[in-house]
Every structure is written in structure tokens, then in C-alpha cells.
């Protein structure tokens, strides 16, 4: 294939949207700098800015054969890819600007082939990085400090064996690398405070300064939640008050531990600059990207602990990557060996025999998942619900649907109307109203502080409006198109205007703002303290200069542990938040590290079935269904809903390869 033969391919995949802009542009790119490249290698790196975008780390060449059946390639596409294959292998063409792994040398082609995996090399080297980071951890043992089991049984005086945030907290302890992972309500937190409590303790015996523990999280929301979570927790931790006092409660976001630098991909802290810490806590681990993960284990210290809390099922990053689902892929069977069941059953009493496979790897003997919900108990319709998705079984999904439950709700054949009416009522049942929207807007409305109450009450009136606004999310799956959250955001406010919920947003000096309009965050402002995915409520105040005027203020929960609910309130200017979108319909990715008291989830609607989107997967659903507390609701067809949870997401990465006991050659 010549060069304009590729280029005409290449618009023709632009048009229908097999390609991005940005990604013909990468090959236009290639093109230019080598004009001697095979027009074969340009459509592959084309195919492999496109894979980075769907969160691949690479693109495996052996899977091509599965990607143009799953993707209803065109003929065009079969024959590049055919033309590559020389006999049961393929073969790229060479080129300066392709470099393969088995040299040794450093590399400054822009693409790595490695095996059968092709990387752009930034990501070659982040993945390389990250699985030498954490096999360098992972096979450093540490000696049990005395009184070790003493400790960890006053920690856990009722557990009854096994119990895995005991087993958890004590295999966390053992080494420099721990990862603890788990469904909504096991307890994560609970474990990671008493682990903490543990170290310090242990700790503070031998040396006269005690650990330098930092907490951190992927986005300012979990942060916050993180934040409140242990500072309840730290009040009933059974250690000294030296140890309690040396657990932080405060919880930062990856980017301000890390210092990040604005417009830059760089942060101040890395290898020559070092964390100054001893042991760090990332909690949603499942929101972290390689890159992210690549930066911190750049930045910590050769003998620091590093600590992972995760729901291994839920969504994985935005960015390239599914770092926790690599780490904990064989999580649920536990691939324990001998030598670790008889240390946890000398070291807690408790007994994981069941869980030794012939095949463990020292990776498998850091994780630990908890198998336990204290949230979702054996009668509630959501765990059991999360529990059908995340299996596969979609008879049993679909029939806890159909079956009623006061936890469940579910409208197969829901409309633009019944939508609406979920989202503003939280039902659309007049019997059974559990609240939506309107609870939240008229709940403003009723408890909105006289004017002259002063800046107290209106801080008190904020944090309430807040909370209310939290009882209720209506969560969608794309972010465009006609089922996405761009397009409902437009639809729920236009509904909340004619019902006068909401004014109409043409306050003059902040056009498109109003009052009750949630907000959320799209990008990192180090100026304000805010966050990317932080959640604001705009509301109406007096000016503070008595004359009896409004101004519109924007209202954050952001974590601060002076707080006795390890959170503060900060009031900004519309005018100062350019990155923010309107609230009322989230996806589900932006939902991460959030929980909702009813949660409502939209499935694109396909009339005849013929269209699913591949965006839809069992993670999105399951990760949906568990933001919620009490309530989810769903809409969407039992044809939808199947074929969702028949959808297993799987991102292609080289680092569960890499962190086995042989992994690939650097």
C-alpha cells in the first residue's frame, strides 16, 4: 500500500470514527519523520494512539485477529493486518522509529515492540517502572517486631477466624508492599486504621520519632471521604495516645502530595527530590493510572511501605492503564503458599489453607482481599445485585430486577419522561417517592437562613445543602450523544425551570449560573485548593456589606482535618471556575469515590437491540450499582442489561507479565 493509499484510509476511518483527529495526526506525524516508514507500521501506531485512548497501554499484536471481529473492521484494515502476519507470528517492518526490547540498549524510537506488544515508549517505560518498583518491594521481607501477634489480637479482640481484616492488616504488615482490596462496606478503611495503629505502635517501642505516615487519593472527593472516614475511625482505635496521635487523618490528593506543576507532566517531588515519608496510603487505588503510579513510586523512598486499598471489580483509571485489576487479578482465589498460611496462622490463628494454589507468586502473598460486606447484608437487593454483575450471571442480575425489593427499582422501558420524573422525584411511582432533586432544591429552599443570621448560619445552610444535594445522583454511562451527561445535564435543567425549581440562569454578571446548580470540577486549580472532581452546589448570599444585595457563591466540602467532620467549607466565585461542568447527570467514571444515599443509572436505549456501545462493560454497571447506600434504580432494556453484564472490560497491558516470577526482559 502506498502512502496516499494509506492517507485516503486513514480520513475514511476519521469519518466513520474509528480513528481520532489525534490519532491520523500521530501517523502524519511518523510519516514526516521517516519517509521511508511501511504504511502498514503508520496504521498500526494510528491503532495504538486509539488503543491509549480506550485506556490500552499497548497494542498486542496477537490480539489483532479478535479486535477486527469485535470491532467490525472494514476489508481495508484485514489487509494491513495480513499483511503483517508471516506464517503464526507478525512481523513489522523496520524502521528508526520502531526499536524492539531484546538489545538492551536505551531506546529513542518512539515505538517499542516488546514480544508481541507494541507501546508508544513513554508507556514502555512507565509499565517497566512500576512492575520494578513494586517487585522490588514485594521481595523485601520484614522481620516481625515483638510482640507483633500480642498487638495485632488487641487490635481484633471479637474477630472470629478467618477474619480477613485481621489476616488483611497482618500480611500488609509483613512487608514494604501491601495491597488491600474489596468490595463497598469490607471494611477497607477500618483495616488500614488498624494497621496503622499497629505500625506506629510497633514502631514507637524502638525509636523515640514516630513513622512518617502520609494518606492520599486519586481526586479531592475521595480525598474528602477518606478524610471523614478515619478521623471517625481514629476516636475508636484501641493504641496509646501517642500512636493515635501519630496516625495523620489528613488526606491528599496524588497530585499536591506529589507537587504537581501546572501545564506540566512533571511534579517536584521525584527520585532526586524525594516524599519525606515512611510509609504512604493510597486509598481508590482503582482510579490510578500507570502513569500516576509510575510518578509515585519515582518519588518514594527505596525503603518506604506502600500501602493500596481498592475495589478490584470497580472501573478502572480514565487514563491508560488498570494498574489494581493486573495487581489483584488473582485476588479471589488467594494463590497463598505454605510458608505464608503458617505464618498468619502463628501470627493471627487464622486458617487460609483453602486459599494455597501451587502456582503462587510472591506478588500474591501482599494482597489481600476482604470477602465481607458489613454494608450490604444477605437480604439486601443491591449486594446481591452487585454480587450477580460482577459474576457474569445475568439471569440472576435480571431476576432480582423483576423481583420487588426496597432497594431496587427498576424501569425496562423508560423514556425522556420517566427519566426526568426519576431524577426531579427520585421515582416514578407517585407511592413510592424516595426523593430526588426536588427534596434537594426544596430542602435549599425551606432552610435558607435569613439574611441578617450572619455568616455562621449561611456556612451551616451550605454544608446542609450540600449533604441534601448527596442523597441523590442520576449517573448515565457515555458523556455524548443523546443517553450521555452533556446532553441530560441540558435536559434535567430546562425540566427543573419549568416545574420552577431552579431560575432561569441569566444573572448578569455570572451568565449561566444559578442558584442549586451542582457543579463538578474537570481540572487541578492549585490556587483555589480545589481538585478535579470535587462537587459544588452554587448558592445565593447576602453581600457583607449590609446593603441588602446577593451575590452567587459556589459552596466545596474540601477535607481538612481541624474539622471535627474532617472537612471545610470554601464559598468561590463563579466567575473563578472556569473548569467546571454542571452536575446533575455525572458518568459513572466521574462518580468514582463517591457514594450516593439512591444512586439512579441510565443504559444507552437501543430500540431493536442492534447497537451496544463499547463503552458498557460489568465494571461500569457493578461500580454504579455499589455508589449506592440504600437505594439504586435503573433504567434501561433486559436486552441492554444482558449484554452489559456479559461485557467484561479487558485493557491490554504487559505489567501482570512483568510482575510474574519470569517477567519480560528489560
Not at 201 to 227: D, F, M, S, V
Not at 357 to 381: K, N, V, W, Y
Not at 485 to 501: D, H, P, V
Given at each position: 500500500m502506498r502512502h496516499e493509499h494509506l492517507s485516503a484510509l486513514l480520513d475514511r476511518a476519521l469519518e466513520q470514527q474509528r480513528l481520532r483527529p489525534l490519532d491520523v495526526a500521530f501517523a502524519h506525524f511518523l510519516a514526516e519523520r521517516d519517509a521511508q516508514i511501511a504504511p502498514a507500521l503508520l496504521w498500526l501506531a494510528a491503532m495504538l494512539s486509539r488503543q491509549l485512548a480506550d485506556g490500552h497501554l499497548c497494542l498486542d499484536l496477537e490480539l489483532l485477529p479478535?479486535?477486527?471481529?469485535?470491532?467490525?473492521?472494514?476489508?481495508?484494515?484485514?489487509?494491513?493486518?495480513?499483511?503483517?502476519?508471516?506464517?503464526?507470528?507478525?512481523?513489522?517492518?523496520?524502521?528508526?522509529?520502531?526499536?524492539?526490547?531484546?538489545?538492551?540498549?536505551?531506546?529513542?524510537?518512539?515505538?517499542?515492540?516488546?514480544?508481541?506488544?507494541?507501546?508508544?515508549?513513554?508507556?514502555?517505560?512507565?509499565?517497566?517502572?512500576?512492575?520494578?518498583?513494586?517487585?522490588?518491594?514485594?521481595?523485601?521481607?520484614?522481620?516481625p517486631a515483638a510482640h507483633f501477634a500480642d498487638e495485632l489480637a488487641r487490635l481484633f479482640p471479637d474477630a472470629t477466624s478467618p477474619d480477613w481484616q485481621r489476616i488483611a492488616c497482618a500480611l500488609a504488615a509483613r512487608g514494604a508492599f501491601g495491597v488491600i482490596t474489596g468490595g463497598p462496606g469490607t471494611g477497607k478503611t477500618t483495616t488500614v486504621v488498624r494497621l496503622l495503629g499497629l505500625l506506629q505502635?510497633?514502631?514507637?517501642?524502638?525509636?523515640?520519632?514516630?513513622?512518617?505516615?502520609?494518606?492520599?487519593?486519586?481526586?479531592?472527593?475521595?480525598?474528602?471521604?477518606?478524610?471523614a472516614s478515619i478521623s471517625g475511625q481514629l476516636e475508636r482505635l484501641a493504641v496509646d495516645d501517642a500512636a493515635r496521635a501519630a496516625i495523620p487523618a489528613e488526606v491528599l490528593t496524588l497530585h499536591r502530595l506529589l507537587g504537581a506543576r501546572p501545564d506540566t507532566r512533571r511534579y517536584r517531588h521525584d527520585r532526586r527530590n524525594p516524599l519525606h515519608l515512611d510509609v504512604l496510603v493510597i486509598d481508590e487505588a482503582s482510579m490510578v493510572d500507570l502513569e500516576m503510579l509510575a510518578a509515585v513510586l519515582d518519588a518514594l523512598p527505596a525503603s518506604a511501605r506502600l500501602i493500596l486499598l481498592g475495589d478490584k471489580d470497580q472501573l478502572s483509571s480514565v487514563e491508560a492503564g488498570a494498574v489494581l485489576g493486573d495487581l489483584c487479578r488473582r485476588a479471589e482465589a488467594g494463590h497463598y503458599d505454605d510458608a505464608t498460611v503458617?505464618?498468619?496462622?502463628?501470627?493471627?490463628?487464622?486458617?487460609?489453607?483453602?486459599?494455597?494454589?501451587?502456582?503462587?507468586?510472591?506478588?500474591?502473598?501482599?494482597?489481600?482481599?476482604?470477602?465481607?460486606?458489613?454494608?450490604?447484608?444477605?437480604?439486601?437487593?443491591?449486594?446481591?445485585?452487585?454480587?450477580?454483575?460482577?459474576?457474569?450471571?445475568?439471569?440472576?442480575?435480571?431476576a432480582l430486577l423483576q423481583t420487588p425489593a426496597p432497594d431496587l427499582a427498576w424501569e425496562p422501558h423508560g423514556d425522556a419522561g420517566t427519566l426526568t420524573t426519576l431524577a426531579i422525584d427520585g421515582s416514578v411511582s407517585p407511592h413510592d417517592n424516595v426523593g430526588g432533586y426536588r427534596h434537594y432544591l426544596e430542602w435549599l429552599s425551606a432552610h435558607r437562613?435569613?439574611?441578617?443570621?450572619?455568616?455562621?448560619?449561611?456556612?451551616?445552610?451550605?454544608?446542609?445543602?450540600?449533604?441534601?444535594f448527596n442523597r441523590f445522583q442520576l449517573l448515565c454511562a457515555l458523556r455524548r450523544g443523546p443517553h450521555g451527561?452533556?446532553?441530560?445535564?441540558?435536559?434535567?435543567?430546562?425540566?427543573?425551570?419549568?416545574?420552577?425549581?431552579i431560575?432561569?440562569?441569566?444573572?448578569?454578571?455570572?451568565?449561566?449560573w444559578y442558584e442549586g446548580r451542582p457543579v463538578l470540577l474537570t481540572r487541578n486549580d492549585y490556587s483555589l485548593g480545589l481538585m478535579n472532581g470535587d462537587v459544588g452546589v452554587c448558592l445565593r448570599l447576602p453581600v457583607a456589606d449590609g446593603s441588602g444585595g446577593t451575590r452567587l457563591a459556589v459552596a466545596f466540602l474540601a477535607a481538612d482535618t481541624n474539622h471535627e467532620d474532617g472537612t471545610r467549607l470554601r464559598f468561590v466565585s463563579p466567575s473563578r471556575l472556569s473548569d467546571a461542568e454542571t452536575a446533575w447527570a455525572l458518568t459513572v467514571h466521574k462518580s468514582q469515590?463517591?457514594?450516593?444515599?439512591?444512586?439512579?443509572?441510565?443504559?444507552?436505549?437501543?430500540?431493536?437491540?442492534?447497537?451496544?456501545?463499547?463503552?458498557?462493560?460489568?465494571?461500569?454497571?457493578?461500580?454504579?450499582?455499589?455508589?449506592?447506600?440504600?437505594?439504586?434504580?435503573?433504567?434501561?432494556?433486559?436486552?441492554?442489561?444482558?449484554?452489559?453484564?456479559?461485557?467484561?472490560?479487558?485493557?491490554?497491558?504487559?505489567?501482570?507479565?512483568?510482575?510474574?516470577?519470569?517477567?519480560?526482559a528489560p
Open positions: 479478535s479486535l477486527a471481529q469485535e470491532q467490525d473492521w472494514p476489508e481495508d484494515w484485514r489487509v494491513l493486518a495480513d499483511a503483517l502476519r508471516d506464517g503464526d507470528t507478525m512481523h513489522l517492518p523496520a524502521s528508526p522509529l520502531l526499536a524492539a526490547t531484546s538489545n538492551g540498549t536505551p531506546i529513542d524510537a518512539p515505538l517499542v515492540l516488546d514480544g508481541t506488544r507494541l507501546y508508544l515508549r513513554r508507556y514502555w517505560n512507565h509499565e517497566r517502572n512500576v512492575a520494578q518498583g513494586i517487585l522490588d518491594r514485594v521481595t523485601r521481607d520484614e522481620a505502635t510497633l514502631h514507637l517501642r524502638g525509636h523515640a520519632q514516630p513513622l512518617r505516615i502520609r494518606l492520599a487519593a486519586p481526586t479531592g472527593k475521595a480525598a474528602a471521604r477518606l478524610n503458617q505464618w498468619i496462622a502463628n501470627t493471627t490463628g487464622d486458617d487460609i489453607a483453602a486459599f494455597v494454589q501451587t502456582d503462587a507468586q510472591p506478588l500474591d502473598q501482599r494482597i489481600a482481599m476482604l470477602r465481607e460486606s458489613h454494608r450490604f447484608g444477605a437480604t439486601s437487593g443491591i449486594g446481591r445485585l452487585a454480587q450477580a454483575v460482577n459474576t457474569g450471571d445475568a439471569r440472576a442480575a435480571l437562613p435569613a439574611a441578617h443570621a450572619g455568616e455562621a448560619a449561611h456556612a451551616d445552610w451550605a454544608r446542609g445543602v450540600l449533604q441534601a451527561a452533556e446532553g441530560l445535564n441540558r435536559q434535567l435543567a430546562a425540566a427543573l425551570r419549568a416545574r420552577g425549581l431560575d432561569g440562569g441569566h444573572a448578569l454578571d455570572n451568565p449561566g469515590g463517591s457514594e450516593f444515599e439512591h444512586a439512579a443509572l441510565l443504559l444507552p436505549h437501543d430500540p431493536d437491540g442492534s447497537a451496544f456501545n463499547s463503552m458498557l462493560g460489568r465494571e461500569l454497571l457493578y461500580t454504579a450499582i455499589t455508589r449506592a447506600r440504600r437505594r439504586f434504580s435503573l433504567v434501561g432494556s433486559a436486552a441492554i442489561v444482558e449484554q452489559t453484564i456479559a461485557r467484561r472490560t479487558q485493557r491490554h497491558s504487559g505489567l501482570a507479565a512483568r510482575l510474574a516470577p519470569h517477567p519480560a
